[in-house]
Structures are given as C-alpha cells and as structure tokens.
C-alpha cells in the first residue's frame, strides 16, 4: 500500500456510547472485520499509557482506567485509541512493521484517522494507589529501604551483589525481599 494508493477501511458503525461493554464488543468485532482473527483484545490497569498493541501475543489492549475517564468526558479519544492500536495489529500484521513509521500511518489513515500521532496527552485523573505489597529490607535488622507493588524479578543470588549506595560495607549480600505482612 503506498500513499496514494490509501484506500478508506470500511469499519461496523460504532456504537452509541463507549461503556466497556460496548468497547470490547466493538473491539471484537474490528477485529473479526480486519481479519485479524486470532488477536484478541483485553483491558489493562496501566496509567501511563492509554493503550497498547503486543505484536507477539497479537493482543490489543486499552487502559481501564482511561477508559473510564474517557468514556463520559472524551468518547471520540476513546474510539480514536482503539483504532490507533487496530492499525498497529495492521501494520504487524501485513507488513511486519512496528512503530509509527509510515506503514502504520497509512494505516491510520485507512481506518479514518488522518495524522494520527505516535502519543497524545491524556486526560488527567486521579489514579488509583496500589497499597505495596513487597519491600526491600536489611535481613539481619529489618531496615526497609524500597516497596514494590509487585513482586520484583530479583532472586537471592542476584540479591547477593545488591547493595545500597553510600551504605554498601553494611548492605552487600543482606538484602532480601520480603512480602508485607496485612
């Protein structure tokens, strides 16, 4: 496809309103209608970014929270991510791009989304605190020097060169991970 040859997708009309019911409905159906049969489309709790597109997994997915603020103050930027995201499954899927080069831009333009950008600032909302769940501390004296809201990837061996800077004569190899008692 080059750029004169962009020819407009004809997409199911949108529904009314943008509830996450309505949304996945939706979602599923652009995909059955791209023919992207075996990607599939999910919710996400992520907060820094609207949506995303897992080439790999061939997964589509939008930020719930988003979503949520969206779906009553922003409907349209809602719709706008979804098929943001749909052109990169595109774009993946038929030509192995990745990105927002200008494979993906055409098409954007294709699924009626001229100059669609690589990101756009997003609403503002308030964002819900995770409680930590995990914490960095001193095995022998119980210091806690960093919490985590997930379990980190660090394992004891790893754990063993770790030390805190400034502190590491009485940091190196007695760090561990804990979880946090309720």
Not at 29 to 50: E, I, P
């Amino acid at each position: 496809m080059t750029a004169a040859e962009v020819q407009l997708i004809h997409l199911p009309p949108r529904p009314a309103g943008a509830t996450p019911v309505e949304v996945e409905m939706y979602a599923a159906l652009c995909l059955a209608h791209l023919h992207l049969r075996d990607w599939h489309f999910g919710w996400d709790k992520t907060t820094r970014r609207l949506g995303c597109c897992k080439m790999q997994q061939r997964r589509i997915s939008l930020s719930r929270y988003y979503a949520e603020a969206y779906a009553s103050r922003e409907p349209e930027q809602l719709w706008r991510t979804l098929l943001h995201e749909l052109a990169h499954a595109l774009a993946w899927q038929h030509r192995g791009a990745r990105g927002h080069g200008p494979v993906w831009q055409r098409y954007c333009t294709a699924l009626g989304i001229p100059g669609e950008r690589a990101s756009v600032r997003g609403i503002e909302f308030e964002a819900p605190r995770r409680e930590p769940r995990f914490h960095l501390c001193h095995c022998e004296t119980g210091e806690v020097y960093r919490t985590y809201t997930r379990r980190p990837r660090h394992n004891a061996v790893s754990l063993r060169r770790c030390y805190i800077p400034g502190r590491k004569v009485e940091t190196l190899g007695k760090l561990v991970i804990r979880p946090i008692a309720s």
